[in-house]
Structures are given as C-alpha cells and as structure tokens.
C-alpha cells in the first residue's frame, strides 16, 4: 500500500471535504477519490458514507483515522532515519509573523539553507492568527508566531523573548516624566489590528487603567508602524531591541510608562501529528540562528 493513499484520507478528514484536500494536495478531486477506491478496495471495506450530501466517515472508516496518524508519522521517521540523516529535501512552508520576519529571518534561512542544499522553502507572512488556521488547514508545516497558542491540536516550543516600548518621534514633543494610559492616550495610538497577538495586550493596558481604547490606525506591518511614528502620526508599542538605531539617531524616542507592558514570547508551533525528525531538524536551525544573533 502506498502511503500516499494514507496520506490523501488522512487529509479529507481533517480538511473536511474531498474538495478542499484537493486544495491542500494540489491535485485533482478525480485523483483523489481514485486513491479513496484504491483504499477501500485495499481493506475490502467503504471508508465513507456517500449517502448523503457530505461524506462520512463510516466505523472502519474511523477505525483507520485514528490509526492513520501514527502510521504516516512512523514512516516519515523511518524514511528520515535510514535516508541520508544530512539530508532533507522537498518544500518546507513556514510562517512567520512580521516581527521574526523584520529581524532574524534571514540568518534562519541561510542556516537552513546552509545544512540542507536541497531544501526548497516558502514564507508566508501574516499575524499569529492567520497562521494558525493555515496551520490547521495543511497549508504550513510550521510558524514562527508570537504568545504560545491555547490550541490541544498544536506544539509549540519557545524560541525568543522581546520587550516592547512605547514609542514616538521626538518631534512629537510628548513630556518625558512619566505618563500613565490615561497621559497617553492624548495622542493618537497607531497599533496592530484586531486578530495580532499585541492588540489584546494594548487594549488591556489602557481598560485595565479604565481609559478608553481606540486605535487611530491600524497595520499588520510592523515597520509601517515605525515609519508612521517617525513621521509623528503617533505612538505604538514596538520592540526596543530591533529599532535600537532608529532610537540612538533620534528617530524614536522610547517613552516612559506606567505600569511597563509585559514583553513577548515567540514560539514555534506546529501540528501533533507532524513528523518528529524534521521538527527536530527546524528547531535545532532556529535554536543556532538565535544564538548566532544575540
């Protein structure tokens, strides 16, 4: 039996419809009811109820399900284990959220590149939401995004820790004692919007302090944020580390608050029932790149 058969029903299932693993595997809906029969005929037993307008999945059908997972995993292992253990090759999808995308991707890829010659790489950039339905979606086999996810279907392991200021243009003239929510929602906030890791940290900010939130604008994209507060549009919560020299030329100005908003942690997140040889292989390359950068 081809594992590829086992692969493609595994796929249905999660995604739901033979339409939509067609999607995910980039292949025909005629190839992959083909290998659904080959299955069946295979076991000698109907995987699906087709009785109705969706598929079911009927009692052998979830009997296999269950057992699909671990067999798919065990073969990548295998096929990794005996293979070439320098070697890895094929597409690897990562996402990332903007942050990791504006500091330290690259020396990721170069070190990813540099081990594995044959590996071909695609990056998607989005917030950590996007990611992780693409993630459930078989459309990415890992992200790198910010806050640990609050999901029992993904991993995730800590790869860095950042701390972000407030900050704004020293031509924006904001007093340098200290200012509280309430001093500084005299200007207008610029933020991440609604479905970013950092929104619902800002927003706690200012309501814990009883002080009204509203964003003046909002962006996906980190650095138009910055280049939106140097322009003195208004403040925004960025991290200190990565814009240290738009800070020491005058640029930024970090402004001191109270109470300090808490940093954040990025993580790399991936789905259970990946295969454990590669995600050992990706994560031992993160673990150099943030050594290497620090």
């Not at 003239?173 to 906030?189: E, F, M, S, T, V």
């Not at 940093?263 to 454990?276: A, Q, R």
Request: with cysteine.
């Amino acid at each position: 039996m081809n594992i590829k058969l086992l692969e493609t029903f595994v796929h249905i299932v999660d995604a739901g419809s033979f339409a939509a693993a067609s999607g995910i595997l980039h292949i025909t809906q005629s190839t992959i009811s083909a290998r659904v029969k080959e299955l069946e005929h295979y076991f000698g037993v109907t995987l699906f109820d087709r009785s109705g307008h969706r598929n079911q999945l009927t009692q052998q059908g979830q009997a296999l399900y269950f057992e699909a997972h671990d067999l798919i995993e065990r073969a990548r292992d295998l096929r990794e284990r005996i293979g070439d253990t320098h070697r890895m090759e094929g597409l690897l999808r990562l996402g990332v959220v903007g942050y990791i995308a504006s500091t330290w991707l690259p020396i990721l890829i170069a070190n990813l590149r540099g081990r594995y010659p044959t590996l071909r790489i695609r990056i998607h950039v989005a917030l950590t939401q996007t990611l992780l339905q693409h993630l459930h979606e078989g459309r990415l086999d890992f992200a790198l995004v910010a806050g640990a996810p609050a999901d029992p279907l993904l991993k995730f392991d800590l790869i860095a820790h950042d701390t972000f200021v407030w900050m704004a243009s020293p031509e924006l003239n904001i007093p340098d004692h200290c200012l509280n929510p309430k001093g500084l929602a005299n200007w207008p906030i610029l933020s991440f919007p609604e479905d970013s890791h950092h929104y619902p940290v800002v927003k706690k900010w200012f309501t814990d302090a009883g002080v009204p939130f509203q964003i003046a604008v909002s962006s996906n994209n980190m650095d138009v944020l910055a280049r939106l507060v140097v322009r003195r549009q208004g403040v925004a919560l960025l991290p200190q580390g990565y814009y240290t020299p738009d800070i020491n030329a005058g640029k930024l100005k970090v402004l001191e608050v109270e109470p300090e908003v808490d940093g954040v942690d990025f993580f790399i997140t991936y789905l259970s029932t990946g295969s454990n040889l590669l995600i050992q292989r990706v994560v031992d390359a993160i673990k150099m790149t943030i050594s290497e950068k620090q």
